[in-house]
Every structure is written in C-alpha cells, then in structure tokens.
C-alpha cells in the first residue's frame, strides 16, 4: 500500500504548514488515519490521528491547540494544519492507517507514507 506524505518545508517560527497524505480508498476510506514524527536522534512519536468519518480527533499534548487533523474521503486524503511552529516541531511527519488497538500507539498503525520533512527555524 502506497501513502503519499506531502508539503513539508522550511518556515520560520510561528508560522504555518498543511502537510498532505493521500492514500488508497480501499485501504484507507473506513480507516482511522494518523500522524506521527520523528526528530534527528529520537524516537518516532504520535502526533494525531482521526477516525474514518472525521467526527472523532485525537491529538499529542504537545500539538494540541495548534494542529488540527482533518480527511476528505472523497480525495482520499488526510490533512495536518499545522499553526503557531516552533523549532521543537522540526521533524520528519509521517502518516499511517490504523489497523487495531491503542490509537497513540506506534504498534497499532500499518502502511506508513515515505514522510515529509518539516524543519521550524528560530
């Protein structure tokens, strides 16, 4: 299975970045879809993640409030709004489908895009 990450960049901080990830309808469409990122030198953390119809949203403490996770199943693409960076977000984002258990857990999620690079100058 195939998901595109997309729309990373450089931005300085306080600025704002959507990141972008397709993924085929008959993977993903009935999926809960999720977000995580890796920085240099550390583990790969959850950041967000959203069920199949976008009425339920779950987010990283250290996100909340300034991200905001979105779908449109009919482009077969999940979408990250990311506002008000900071240095600490530089990472890699990658996106996932969720296959079973904890929604925050590394473990529960198959299928991982390429990943995006976004980097949040001082």
């Known amino acids: 299975v195939q998901l595109q990450a997309s729309g990373g960049g450089l931005v300085q901080a306080g600025g704002s970045l959507r990141l972008s990830c397709t993924c085929p309808k008959r993977t993903c469409s009935n999926n809960v879809m999720g977000w995580f990122r890796q920085a240099p030198g550390k583990e790969r953390e959850f950041v967000a993640a959203i069920n199949w119809n976008g009425a339920n949203t779950y987010y990283a403490d250290s996100v909340k409030g300034r991200y905001t996770i979105s779908r449109d199943n009919a482009k077969n693409t999940v979408y990250l709004q990311m506002n008000s960076l900071e240095p600490e977000d530089t990472a890699v984002y990658y996106c996932?489908?969720?296959?079973?258990?904890?929604?925050?857990?590394?473990?529960?999620?198959?299928?991982w895009g390429q990943g995006t690079q976004v980097t949040v100058s001082s």
């Open positions: 996932a489908v969720h296959v079973a258990g904890n929604y925050y857990a590394i473990s529960s999620y198959r299928y």
